[in-house]
């Protein structure tokens, strides 16, 4: 039986939807969803990995936590290339549509374990985002770093 389709839609910090793309319900959470994703864009080089079209992305959603995980395989060969945290609003979920307010601050985790936090000059500086939800989003960042350290899901494969 083919998996329900989803479409994702990646909301800006003033709520504004940014980006829509389909994804595949691979399982649904008690507290969110797993979906598998593929990028379909040309290569975006981003100096620590690049996504290449075809790449595999098995993202989960959460409805309780301040970030969502994106788990990346090489199109290619399946190899991991690692995961984008995206600190993000709880996740809005329906049958058919899974909604994210982005807020800026991201951690990537390399297959290593070594950890990246990204765009945290843009965070500072966003004028939009109140103090109580930048409060949240660095405490999801400590509790990505601590699911990390860890080695909680979805990060096991660590050594």
């Known amino acids: 039986m083919a998996q329900p389709a989803v479409h994702v ?43 290449m079209t075809g790449d595999h992305f098995i993202e989960e959603f959460y409805t309780d936590r301040w970030y969502n995980i994106f788990e990346i395989h090489a199109g290619t060969d399946g190899t991991l290339k690692g995961w984008y945290c995206n600190i993000a609003e709880p996740a809005t979920i329906s049958e058919t549509i899974i909604c994210s307010r982005d807020l800026l601050l991201d951690l990537w985790v390399a297959p290593d374990g070594s950890l990246l936090v990204l765009d945290e000059d843009e965070f ?31 990060f096991t494969s660590l050594p």
């Open 124 to 154: 500072a500086a966003d004028t939009l985002l109140d103090d109580i939800t930048k409060a949240a989003a660095r405490r999801a960042l400590n509790d990505l770093e601590a699911c990390v350290r860890a080695h909680a899901h979805p």
């Open 9 to 51: 839609q990646k909301l800006n910090t003033r709520g504004e939807v940014t980006l829509t793309y389909p994804a595949t319900l691979r399982e649904r959470l008690s507290n969110g969803a797993r979906l598998d994703a593929y990028w379909t864009r040309p290569p975006l080089h981003l100096g620590y990995t690049t996504f």
